[in-house]
Protein backbone atom coordinates (compact mmCIF):
# COMPACT_ATOMS: atom_id res chain seq x y z
CA UNK A 1 0.00 0.00 0.00
CA UNK A 2 1.52 3.80 -0.64
CA UNK A 3 3.49 5.10 2.23
CA UNK A 4 2.53 9.24 2.19
CA UNK A 5 2.82 10.10 5.92
CA UNK A 6 5.78 11.24 7.58
CA UNK A 7 7.92 8.93 9.98
CA UNK A 8 7.18 11.85 12.47
CA UNK A 9 3.33 11.55 11.92
CA UNK A 10 3.38 7.81 11.40
CA UNK A 11 4.67 7.59 15.05
CA UNK A 12 2.96 10.52 16.40
CA UNK A 13 -0.13 8.70 15.17
CA UNK A 14 0.00 4.76 15.16
CA UNK A 15 -0.57 4.60 19.08
CA UNK A 16 -4.01 5.78 18.56
CA UNK A 17 -5.08 2.61 15.90
CA UNK A 18 -3.24 -0.63 15.09
CA UNK A 19 -0.07 -1.25 15.92
CA UNK A 20 1.10 1.43 18.32
CA UNK A 21 4.92 1.58 18.36
CA UNK A 22 6.94 2.48 21.46
CA UNK A 23 9.99 4.29 20.54
CA UNK A 24 13.07 6.18 22.51
CA UNK A 25 12.02 10.06 22.24
CA UNK A 26 16.00 10.83 20.83
CA UNK A 27 16.24 10.36 17.11
CA UNK A 28 19.68 9.05 16.68
CA UNK A 29 22.67 11.13 14.84
CA UNK A 30 24.02 8.01 13.53
CA UNK A 31 21.79 5.93 11.30
CA UNK A 32 24.27 3.55 9.99
CA UNK A 33 25.56 2.79 13.12
CA UNK A 34 22.32 1.94 14.37
CA UNK A 35 21.55 -0.15 11.50
CA UNK A 36 24.53 -1.85 11.80
CA UNK A 37 23.74 -3.11 15.04
CA UNK A 38 20.29 -4.11 14.49
CA UNK A 39 21.94 -6.39 12.21
CA UNK A 40 23.81 -8.33 14.93
CA UNK A 41 22.62 -11.59 16.13
CA UNK A 42 20.46 -11.32 19.11
CA UNK A 43 19.99 -14.11 21.96
CA UNK A 44 17.07 -14.08 24.10
CA UNK A 45 17.25 -12.06 27.04
CA UNK A 46 16.29 -12.94 31.07
CA UNK A 47 12.59 -13.00 31.28
CA UNK A 48 10.72 -12.46 35.04
CA UNK A 49 9.73 -15.70 36.32
CA UNK A 50 6.29 -15.16 37.10
CA UNK A 51 4.01 -17.45 35.15
CA UNK A 52 2.46 -14.21 33.56
CA UNK A 53 4.87 -11.95 32.14
CA UNK A 54 3.41 -8.39 31.51
CA UNK A 55 4.66 -6.58 28.64
CA UNK A 56 3.85 -2.28 28.71
CA UNK A 57 2.73 -1.78 25.65
CA UNK A 58 3.42 2.43 25.10
CA UNK A 59 6.28 4.56 25.58
CA UNK A 60 5.08 5.93 29.00
CA UNK A 61 2.75 4.62 30.94
CA UNK A 62 1.67 5.39 34.51
CA UNK A 63 2.37 3.25 37.55
CA UNK A 64 0.39 3.87 40.66
CA UNK A 65 0.34 3.32 44.13
CA UNK A 66 -3.50 2.46 44.23
CA UNK A 67 -5.75 1.44 41.33
CA UNK A 68 -7.45 4.53 40.27
CA UNK A 69 -6.37 7.41 38.38
CA UNK A 70 -8.42 10.02 40.62
CA UNK A 71 -6.81 13.54 39.64
CA UNK A 72 -7.86 14.06 43.69
CA UNK A 73 -5.66 11.32 44.72
CA UNK A 74 -1.94 11.42 44.22
CA UNK A 75 -1.10 7.27 43.04
CA UNK A 76 1.76 8.29 40.44
CA UNK A 77 4.85 7.13 41.99
CA UNK A 78 6.69 6.07 38.59
CA UNK A 79 6.61 5.78 34.57
CA UNK A 80 7.16 2.70 32.38
CA UNK A 81 8.68 2.52 29.01
CA UNK A 82 7.63 0.31 26.10
CA UNK A 83 8.50 -3.05 26.30
CA UNK A 84 9.41 -2.75 30.11
CA UNK A 85 8.47 -6.50 31.34
CA UNK A 86 6.47 -6.78 34.69
CA UNK A 87 5.45 -9.95 37.01
CA UNK A 88 1.80 -10.12 36.71
CA UNK A 89 0.37 -10.77 40.26
CA UNK A 90 -3.47 -10.70 39.54
CA UNK A 91 -5.96 -8.33 37.94
CA UNK A 92 -8.10 -5.86 39.97
CA UNK A 93 -10.88 -3.97 39.47
CA UNK A 94 -9.75 -0.30 40.07
CA UNK A 95 -11.46 3.32 39.49
CA UNK A 96 -10.84 4.92 36.04
CA UNK A 97 -12.05 8.51 35.53
CA UNK A 98 -11.03 9.00 32.02
CA UNK A 99 -14.43 8.03 30.54
CA UNK A 100 -13.23 4.76 29.57
CA UNK A 101 -15.19 1.41 30.06
CA UNK A 102 -12.43 -1.21 31.00
CA UNK A 103 -11.68 -0.03 34.97
CA UNK A 104 -8.90 -2.89 35.02
CA UNK A 105 -5.51 -3.09 37.02
CA UNK A 106 -2.67 -5.20 36.77
CA UNK A 107 -0.91 -5.59 40.33
CA UNK A 108 3.06 -5.91 40.08
CA UNK A 109 5.18 -6.06 43.10
CA UNK A 110 6.19 -2.52 42.06
CA UNK A 111 2.64 -0.81 41.57
CA UNK A 112 -0.36 -1.11 39.50
CA UNK A 113 -0.60 -0.49 36.42
CA UNK A 114 -3.39 0.29 34.08
CA UNK A 115 -4.89 -3.32 32.35
CA UNK A 116 -5.24 -2.31 28.62
CA UNK A 117 -1.69 -1.12 28.92
CA UNK A 118 -0.17 -4.39 29.43
CA UNK A 119 0.28 -7.70 27.15
CA UNK A 120 -0.08 -10.94 29.06
CA UNK A 121 2.51 -13.02 27.84
CA UNK A 122 4.39 -15.95 28.90
CA UNK A 123 7.77 -17.64 28.98
CA UNK A 124 8.01 -20.72 26.89
CA UNK A 125 11.12 -21.45 25.38
CA UNK A 126 11.38 -24.34 22.91
CA UNK A 127 14.61 -26.82 21.76
CA UNK A 128 14.91 -25.14 18.26
CA UNK A 129 15.56 -26.94 15.38
CA UNK A 130 18.87 -27.07 13.71
CA UNK A 131 17.69 -27.19 9.78
CA UNK A 132 15.14 -26.68 7.59
CA UNK A 133 12.54 -29.88 8.43
CA UNK A 134 12.49 -31.54 5.21
CA UNK A 135 14.19 -28.69 3.58
CA UNK A 136 10.89 -26.88 3.49
CA UNK A 137 9.79 -23.87 5.38
CA UNK A 138 7.76 -23.43 7.89
CA UNK A 139 4.99 -20.99 9.87
CA UNK A 140 6.18 -20.36 14.05
CA UNK A 141 4.85 -19.04 16.56
CA UNK A 142 6.19 -16.28 19.14
CA UNK A 143 5.94 -18.08 22.56
CA UNK A 144 8.05 -15.37 24.78
CA UNK A 145 7.48 -11.92 25.55
CA UNK A 146 9.80 -10.64 22.85
CA UNK A 147 12.41 -11.55 20.80
CA UNK A 148 15.07 -9.27 19.30
CA UNK A 149 15.61 -9.63 16.28
CA UNK A 150 18.55 -8.84 13.76
CA UNK A 151 17.43 -7.61 10.26
CA UNK A 152 19.30 -8.74 6.87
CA UNK A 153 18.69 -7.36 3.61
CA UNK A 154 17.41 -4.44 2.73
CA UNK A 155 15.47 -1.60 4.85
CA UNK A 156 11.95 -1.04 3.33
CA UNK A 157 9.22 -1.05 5.50
CA UNK A 158 8.17 2.38 7.84
CA UNK A 159 7.68 -0.17 10.82
CA UNK A 160 11.75 -1.09 9.67
CA UNK A 161 12.51 2.66 9.26
CA UNK A 162 11.27 4.22 12.22
CA UNK A 163 12.74 2.06 14.59
CA UNK A 164 16.40 2.89 13.07
CA UNK A 165 15.50 6.49 13.37
CA UNK A 166 14.27 6.56 16.99
CA UNK A 167 16.98 3.70 17.76
CA UNK A 168 14.07 1.33 18.86
CA UNK A 169 15.00 -2.20 18.66
CA UNK A 170 12.89 -4.41 16.29
CA UNK A 171 11.30 -6.89 18.20
CA UNK A 172 8.38 -10.15 17.61
CA UNK A 173 6.00 -10.21 20.34
CA UNK A 174 4.11 -12.61 21.92
CA UNK A 175 1.44 -14.49 19.79
CA UNK A 176 3.10 -13.17 16.41
CA UNK A 177 3.09 -15.65 13.84
CA UNK A 178 5.91 -15.43 11.26
CA UNK A 179 7.34 -17.29 7.98
CA UNK A 180 10.57 -19.40 8.41
CA UNK A 181 12.76 -19.72 5.35
CA UNK A 182 16.17 -20.50 6.61
CA UNK A 183 18.03 -21.87 9.96
CA UNK A 184 21.21 -21.30 10.97
CA UNK A 185 24.08 -22.00 13.57
CA UNK A 186 26.86 -20.55 12.87
CA UNK A 187 26.83 -17.53 15.53
CA UNK A 188 26.73 -20.18 17.64
CA UNK A 189 22.94 -20.92 18.47
CA UNK A 190 20.04 -21.79 15.78
CA UNK A 191 18.26 -18.81 14.69
CA UNK A 192 15.70 -19.01 12.23
CA UNK A 193 15.17 -16.54 9.31
CA UNK A 194 11.95 -14.53 9.17
CA UNK A 195 11.04 -14.15 5.96
CA UNK A 196 8.47 -10.97 6.01
CA UNK A 197 7.45 -11.64 2.35
CA UNK A 198 6.95 -15.78 3.10
CA UNK A 199 6.97 -16.18 -0.64
CA UNK A 200 3.52 -14.97 -1.20
CA UNK A 201 2.13 -16.60 1.93
CA UNK A 202 -0.71 -14.32 3.22
CA UNK A 203 1.50 -11.22 2.60
CA UNK A 204 0.50 -10.74 -1.35
CA UNK A 205 -2.52 -8.47 -0.59
CA UNK A 206 -0.69 -5.31 -0.07
CA UNK A 207 1.42 -4.60 2.87
CA UNK A 208 4.23 -6.45 2.21
CA UNK A 209 8.01 -4.90 2.16
CA UNK A 210 10.25 -8.20 1.16
CA UNK A 211 12.62 -7.77 4.53
CA UNK A 212 14.43 -10.36 6.64
CA UNK A 213 15.09 -10.77 10.10
CA UNK A 214 17.24 -13.65 12.49
CA UNK A 215 15.74 -14.34 15.84
CA UNK A 216 16.90 -16.93 18.66
CA UNK A 217 15.30 -19.80 17.28
CA UNK A 218 14.44 -20.98 21.31
CA UNK A 219 11.70 -18.33 21.14
CA UNK A 220 9.20 -19.23 18.55
CA UNK A 221 7.63 -22.49 18.20
CA UNK A 222 6.82 -24.57 14.86
CA UNK A 223 2.98 -24.65 14.22
CA UNK A 224 2.26 -28.18 13.57
CA UNK A 225 -1.27 -29.54 11.67
CA UNK A 226 -2.44 -29.48 15.39
CA UNK A 227 -2.15 -26.56 15.58
CA UNK A 228 -4.41 -25.72 12.65
CA UNK A 229 -7.03 -28.75 13.37
CA UNK A 230 -10.46 -28.03 12.86
CA UNK A 231 -12.20 -27.83 16.20
CA UNK A 232 -15.90 -29.41 16.20
CA UNK A 233 -15.17 -30.68 12.66
CA UNK A 234 -18.21 -33.14 13.01
CA UNK A 235 -20.83 -29.93 13.30
CA UNK A 236 -22.53 -28.91 10.91
CA UNK A 237 -20.72 -25.76 9.22
CA UNK A 238 -24.49 -24.48 8.84
CA UNK A 239 -25.03 -25.12 12.42
CA UNK A 240 -22.05 -22.76 13.15
CA UNK A 241 -22.34 -18.62 14.00
CA UNK A 242 -20.84 -16.02 15.26
CA UNK A 243 -22.74 -13.02 17.39
CA UNK A 244 -20.60 -9.75 17.45
CA UNK A 245 -22.01 -7.24 19.56
CA UNK A 246 -20.39 -3.88 18.94
CA UNK A 247 -22.50 -2.05 21.94
CA UNK A 248 -20.72 -4.46 24.44
CA UNK A 249 -17.57 -5.57 22.66
CA UNK A 250 -18.22 -9.07 22.82
CA UNK A 251 -17.85 -12.27 20.51
CA UNK A 252 -20.17 -15.38 21.23
CA UNK A 253 -19.13 -18.66 18.84
CA UNK A 254 -22.22 -21.11 18.59
CA UNK A 255 -23.32 -24.36 17.51
CA UNK A 256 -26.97 -24.03 16.90
CA UNK A 257 -28.19 -22.92 20.26
CA UNK A 258 -25.29 -23.98 22.20
CA UNK A 259 -22.71 -21.06 23.05
CA UNK A 260 -19.31 -22.96 22.78
CA UNK A 261 -17.08 -19.88 22.93
CA UNK A 262 -16.57 -16.51 24.40
CA UNK A 263 -14.63 -13.25 24.23
CA UNK A 264 -14.35 -9.43 24.77
CA UNK A 265 -12.99 -7.46 21.80
CA UNK A 266 -12.19 -4.75 20.31
CA UNK A 267 -13.97 -3.16 17.17
CA UNK A 268 -13.94 -0.36 15.05
CA UNK A 269 -13.11 3.46 16.77
CA UNK A 270 -16.74 5.60 16.41
CA UNK A 271 -14.63 8.74 16.28
CA UNK A 272 -11.91 10.18 14.81
CA UNK A 273 -8.51 10.10 16.46
CA UNK A 274 -7.72 13.15 15.51
CA UNK A 275 -10.53 15.45 16.05
CA UNK A 276 -12.50 13.58 18.51
CA UNK A 277 -15.73 13.85 16.29
CA UNK A 278 -18.18 11.13 16.58
CA UNK A 279 -17.85 9.52 12.92
CA UNK A 280 -17.79 6.05 11.10
CA UNK A 281 -14.71 6.56 9.55
CA UNK A 282 -13.70 3.57 11.31
CA UNK A 283 -16.41 1.56 12.38
CA UNK A 284 -16.43 -2.09 11.96
CA UNK A 285 -19.74 -3.00 9.57
CA UNK A 286 -22.76 -4.09 10.95
CA UNK A 287 -24.93 -7.08 9.71
CA UNK A 288 -24.75 -10.22 8.02
CA UNK A 289 -20.83 -10.86 6.94
CA UNK A 290 -19.02 -14.18 6.20
CA UNK A 291 -15.58 -15.64 7.20
CA UNK A 292 -14.80 -15.25 3.45
CA UNK A 293 -11.07 -16.27 3.52
CA UNK A 294 -8.63 -16.61 6.34
CA UNK A 295 -4.64 -16.30 6.52
CA UNK A 296 -2.86 -17.55 9.05
CA UNK A 297 -0.55 -14.51 9.20
CA UNK A 298 -0.70 -10.97 7.47
CA UNK A 299 1.01 -7.89 7.01
CA UNK A 300 -1.09 -4.93 7.70
CA UNK A 301 -0.01 -1.21 6.54
CA UNK A 302 -2.42 1.76 5.81
CA UNK A 303 -2.36 5.29 6.44
CA UNK A 304 -2.50 8.95 5.76
CA UNK A 305 -1.87 12.28 7.42
CA UNK A 306 -5.14 11.83 9.59
CA UNK A 307 -4.00 7.49 11.35
CA UNK A 308 -1.39 4.92 10.42
CA UNK A 309 0.19 1.72 11.02
CA UNK A 310 2.41 -0.34 9.99
CA UNK A 311 2.48 -4.08 11.67
CA UNK A 312 4.21 -7.14 10.26
CA UNK A 313 2.66 -10.41 11.40
CA UNK A 314 -0.50 -9.86 12.35
CA UNK A 315 -1.55 -13.07 13.57
CA UNK A 316 -4.80 -15.46 12.78
CA UNK A 317 -6.81 -13.36 10.50
CA UNK A 318 -10.30 -14.40 9.75
CA UNK A 319 -11.47 -11.79 6.86
CA UNK A 320 -15.72 -10.77 7.35
CA UNK A 321 -15.85 -7.79 5.35
CA UNK A 322 -14.30 -5.97 2.14
CA UNK A 323 -11.98 -2.88 2.77
CA UNK A 324 -9.77 -5.65 5.15
CA UNK A 325 -12.15 -6.29 7.98
CA UNK A 326 -10.92 -8.99 9.82
CA UNK A 327 -11.12 -11.13 13.13
CA UNK A 328 -7.16 -11.25 14.61
CA UNK A 329 -4.59 -11.33 17.10
CA UNK A 330 -3.73 -8.23 18.83
CA UNK A 331 -0.75 -8.05 20.60
CA UNK A 332 0.17 -4.33 20.53
CA UNK A 333 -2.88 -3.78 23.41
CA UNK A 334 -4.81 -5.32 25.93
CA UNK A 335 -8.15 -2.94 25.97
CA UNK A 336 -10.28 -5.70 24.66
CA UNK A 337 -14.05 -4.07 25.52
CA UNK A 338 -13.07 -1.19 24.14
CA UNK A 339 -13.11 0.51 20.52
CA UNK A 340 -10.10 0.92 19.18
CA UNK A 341 -9.11 -0.57 15.91
CA UNK A 342 -9.37 0.48 12.42
CA UNK A 343 -12.50 -1.12 11.45
CA UNK A 344 -10.77 -4.96 12.18
CA UNK A 345 -12.37 -6.80 15.00
CA UNK A 346 -9.57 -7.08 17.51
CA UNK A 347 -9.46 -9.85 20.01
CA UNK A 348 -6.49 -11.73 21.56
CA UNK A 349 -4.22 -14.03 19.42
CA UNK A 350 -4.95 -16.83 21.60
CA UNK A 351 -8.94 -15.74 20.93
CA UNK A 352 -7.94 -15.12 17.39
CA UNK A 353 -6.34 -18.27 16.69
CA UNK A 354 -9.31 -20.46 17.92
CA UNK A 355 -11.57 -18.77 15.93
CA UNK A 356 -9.39 -19.28 12.97
CA UNK A 357 -9.92 -23.35 13.67
CA UNK A 358 -13.52 -23.23 14.21
CA UNK A 359 -14.60 -21.00 11.35
CA UNK A 360 -14.80 -22.36 7.62
CA UNK A 361 -13.09 -22.01 5.47
CA UNK A 362 -10.47 -24.93 6.91
CA UNK A 363 -7.16 -24.22 6.57
CA UNK A 364 -3.96 -26.63 6.56
CA UNK A 365 -0.69 -26.52 6.48
CA UNK A 366 -0.26 -27.84 3.24
CA UNK A 367 1.33 -25.85 -0.07
CA UNK A 368 -1.62 -23.73 -1.21
CA UNK A 369 -3.95 -24.34 1.69
CA UNK A 370 -2.42 -22.01 3.93
CA UNK A 371 -4.59 -18.98 2.63
CA UNK A 372 -8.42 -20.14 1.79
CA UNK A 373 -10.93 -18.34 0.24
CA UNK A 374 -15.35 -18.83 0.08
CA UNK A 375 -16.67 -16.35 -0.90
CA UNK A 376 -20.25 -16.38 0.97
CA UNK A 377 -20.21 -19.17 2.30
CA UNK A 378 -18.58 -18.92 5.28
CA UNK A 379 -19.50 -19.19 8.75
CA UNK A 380 -22.09 -16.52 9.50
CA UNK A 381 -21.05 -13.52 11.60
CA UNK A 382 -24.00 -11.11 12.84
CA UNK A 383 -22.57 -8.01 13.74
CA UNK A 384 -24.87 -5.92 15.75
CA UNK A 385 -24.78 -2.36 16.90
CA UNK A 386 -27.62 -0.03 18.37
CA UNK A 387 -27.99 2.75 16.14
CA UNK A 388 -29.79 6.02 18.25
Not at 184 to 190: H, I, L, Q
Not at 221 to 247: F, G, M, W
Not at 320 to 348: D, M, P, Q
Amino acid sequence: MKRNISRRDFLKLSGLGLGAMAFNPYKVTNYEYVLEYFSQPKRLPQFPGSEIIGRVVDPDVNLRSRPTDDPGIDTLIGKLGADTLVEWGREVVGSVVTGLTNQRYIETPQGYIYGSLVQPTKNLPNTPLTELPNGQGFWAEVTVPYIDLAHEGVVASPWLQDHIIYNFPPRLYYGQVVWIDQVRTTNGFPEYRWNEDAGGRGYGYGGSYGEFFWADGAGLKPITEADVAAISPDVDPNEKTISVNLDYQTLSCFEGTREVFFCKISSGKSYDPVTGEIVDTYATPAGTLFTYWKIISKNMTAGNESAGYSTPAVPWCTFVATGGVAIHGAFWHNAFGEKRSHGCINVSPEDAKWIFRWTSPYVSLDAGEERRELPDHGTVVNSEETKF
